[in-house]
């Protein structure tokens, strides 16, 4: 079972990104998905998360408004589509398949989620 996040790359402040979480080997859609950042020297972020069954969402504060979370059924494929980004967002982003809060965010609590390697999203004029 894998997950493959990209798209990641550097952007300059205001631009927009949009990152993928590819599954392989198992059906993305039975399962829900959360994107996590992790910036130099800060703890993990969840940033956002899509239940399996149907559009549900959940944004933090930090992204609401900028960040839109989907997914593709048909490309087994969820999205982390990011517009007027920041210098702050910069940092590497995962997607798992972890539990979706709607109200607290991603819950990376399940020993058996599975994980992207990451890509990293570097905001900078």
């Known amino acids: 079972l894998q997950l493959q996040a990209s798209g990641g790359g550097l952007v300059q402040p205001g631009g927009s990104l949009r990152l993928s979480c590819a599954a392989s080997e198992f059906t993305l859609s039975h399962y829900p998905v959360g994107w996590f950042r992790q910036a130099p020297g800060r703890e993990r972020e969840g940033n956002s998360c899509?239940?399996?069954?149907?559009?549900?969402?959940y944004y933090a504060d930090s992204v609401k408004g900028r960040f839109i979370i989907s997914r593709d059924k048909i490309k087994n494929t969820a999205y982390l589509q990011m517009n007027n980004v920041q210098p702050e967002d910069t940092a590497i982003y995962y997607c798992?398949?972890?539990?979706?809060?709607?109200?607290?965010?991603?819950?990376?609590?399940?020993?058996?989620?599975?994980w992207g390697h990451g890509t990293l999203v570097t905001v900078s004029s």
């Open positions: 798992a398949t972890v539990g979706c809060n709607l109200k607290y965010g991603p819950e990376a609590v399940d020993p058996h989620s599975v």
């Open positions: 899509i239940n399996a069954d149907g559009p549900n969402t």
